[in-house]
């Protein structure tokens, strides 16, 4: 099997060096593209405005003066030579969950890959818990990260599907076990905008990434994870809300 990894949180984040030790659980045939430096938040952007370069760091491990999206793009197009068997893209340093998803470069980069066709997972690690620092040492997803890819690795998945995995921030002991579970949704957007000056006197705004409040809706990956469960759920690229069609073509038929 090979196996391409990626991330968002850059060739140096910890949680590449955990998602690499899980991968070699099941394959020697591993390649590495990733961020050269962090790129939280990024979405699915793609660089088009300026040049991106390709770094070399050893052997089969690469960076990319991009984002997640450039650097599964480049991993597939310059990289290997030929298409993975799968890309795994994480661990996340902290959750990817409900409509957070939107914002995410974990995500969106295993969505570049659902698009080239390739079995992709993304995997996220939460890092807090009650207002606490948590998990910082990835123990949850170093102790059950093979156990969750496993049964993923062969499952069939439709076209232009990927999953999407959150590991609670919990000793690996406490984790309750895994749950198969729907997006959930955050009650409001995400926080403040926080105003500065810069030495020179100019104003700055920083987005302010607080608590968000949520109802723990039932099945959704929200209530997984807070009942201390790792979460496992199925995305979907077609975006269409269908049932709205009938009614839109009603609309603007003749």
Same mark, same amino acid.
């Given at each position: 099997m090979k196996i391409l990894l990626t991330n968002?949180?850059?060739?140096?984040?910890?949680?590449?060096?955990?998602?690499?030790?899980?991968?070699?659980?099941?394959?020697?045939?591993?390649?590495?593209?990733?961020?050269?430096?962090?790129q939280s938040g990024m979405g699915h952007a793609l660089t088009l405005t300026r040049p991106v370069r390709l770094r070399k760091h050893g052997e089969r491990r690469f960076s990319v003066t991009g984002t997640p999206t450039d650097s599964v793009t480049m991993g597939l197009r310059k990289v290997i030579d030929g298409p993975p068997d799968v890309i795994l893209s994480g661990v996340n340093r902290g959750a990817? *969950?409900? =409509?957070?998803?939107?914002?995410?470069? #974990?995500?969106s980069?295993?969505?570049?890959? !659902?698009l080239a066709g390739i079995r992709s997972i993304a995997l996220s690690q939460i890092t807090t818990?009650?207002?606490e620092p948590g998990a910082y040492a990835f123990e949850?997803?170093?102790?059950?990260?093979?156990?969750?890819?496993?049964? *993923?690795? =062969?499952?069939?998945?439709?076209?232009? #599907?990927?999953?999407?995995?959150?590991?609670? !921030?919990?000793?690996?002991?406490?984790?309750?076990?895994?749950?198969?579970?729907?997006?959930?949704?955050?009650?409001?957007?995400?926080?403040?905008?926080?105003?500065?000056?810069?030495?020179?006197?100019?104003k700055y705004y920083w987005f302010g990434l607080e608590a968000i409040e949520h109802t723990l809706d039932h099945g959704t990956d929200l209530e !997984?994870?807070?009942a201390g469960y790792i979460s496992v759920t199925p995305l979907q690229l077609d975006l269409t809300h269908h049932a709205s069609l009938g009614a839109l073509a009603e609309r603007f038929s003749s």
């Open positions: 968002d949180d850059g060739i140096h984040a910890p949680g590449l060096k955990v998602l690499e030790a899980i991968a070699r659980e099941f394959s020697d045939d591993i390649w590495i593209c990733a961020p050269d430096e962090e990817n *969950l409900a =409509d957070d998803i939107t914002y995410s470069g #974990t995500v980069a295993a969505i570049e890959g !659902a818990r009650d207002g949850a997803a170093r102790s059950w990260g093979a156990k969750v890819l496993a049964p *993923l690795l =062969d499952t069939p998945l439709p076209n232009r #599907t990927l999953v999407n995995v959150n590991f609670p !921030a919990l000793p690996s002991g406490q984790i309750r076990g895994i749950k198969a579970v729907r997006q959930g949704f955050h009650d409001y957007a995400r926080g403040t905008v926080v105003e500065g000056r810069d030495p020179r006197g100019f !997984a994870v807070d």
